[in-house]
């Protein structure tokens, strides 16, 4: 059964270092997702990706995060300079269709990171 | 600020129905509502969708009444390794944050 990866699964940086996190959604997926989960709390919506461009953002991705597609199966979430508070699991999802149609994501494993 | 609130936790014993509401009063007229189960350190992973009414699969049902202010989860009888959090994921139609979570009901499955 096709699975969305992620890499890496645990990620440490210092606080100010830049963290690239990389994604391998469904490959005939056409909307990707990243998800954060901070230890202990509920998983939170941070921005959807669909034709190359950002779709929908939450308030908690500013101009710290960025997200690309940079090619046709790889899809990265970058942190710019990381914050204590950046810390949490990461979560990638991709999705077939729009939620309309009745589809589903699908998560990944997830990126543990650690901001020191 | 868009919510969706689900009990903090629940307790059963196995062979038992569970049953676990959601409320998302500002959700989006036209989207799905998605149900997820997540384990200790992996991530969320899909048990049932629905728009309206009532939609069955072979885990869980889901009971979503005609103003979709909430949706209930329910799954027939549970064992031990029902025993996670469960999630609701609507989109909301107020506020920054479009697509929310639920806060998450905690589960646990006693023998």
């Known amino acids: 059964e096709p699975e969305v990866t992620q890499t890496p699964s645990h990620q440490v940086t210092q606080m100010g270092q830049e963290v690239i996190l990389r994604c391998v959604p469904i490959?005939?997926?056409?909307?990707f997702y990243w998800y954060r989960q901070i230890l202990g709390q509920k998983v939170e919506f941070l921005v959807s990706?669909?034709?190359?461009?950002?779709?929908?953002k939450s308030e908690i991705f500013d101009d710290q995060f960025s997200v690309e597609r940079p090619d046709g199966s790889n899809f990265t979430l970058k942190i710019r300079s990381t914050k204590l508070e950046d810390s949490a699991m990461y979560f990638c999802?991709?999705?077939?269709?729009?939620?309309?149609?009745?589809?589903?994501?699908?998560f990944g494993p997830g990126t543990r990171l650690t901001v020191l | 600020l868009a919510k969706t609130t689900q009990p903090i936790s629940m307790d059963s014993y196995e062979g038992q129905e569970v049953n676990i509401t959601c409320s998302h009063n500002?959700?989006?007229?036209?989207?799905?509502i998605t149900w997820y189960q997540q384990f200790p350190s992996q991530g969320p992973r899909f048990i049932i969708q629905g728009y309206k009414t009532k939609v069955t699969n072979e885990v869980a049902s889901l009971f979503i009444p005609a103003d979709r202010k909430s949706s209930t989860l329910s799954l027939p009888r549970v064992s031990l390794s029902d025993t996670a959090v469960y999630y609701c994921l609507a989109r909301m139609n107020t506020g920054f944050q479009k697509l929310v979570f639920g806060t998450g009901t905690r589960l646990l499955v006693s023998p």
């Open positions: 500002n959700i989006a007229t036209n989207d799905y």
């Open positions: 990706f669909y034709n190359n461009e950002i779709s929908e």
């Open positions: 490959s005939n997926h056409l909307y």
């Open positions: 999802a991709s999705r077939a269709r729009l939620a309309g149609d009745g589809d589903t994501q699908y």
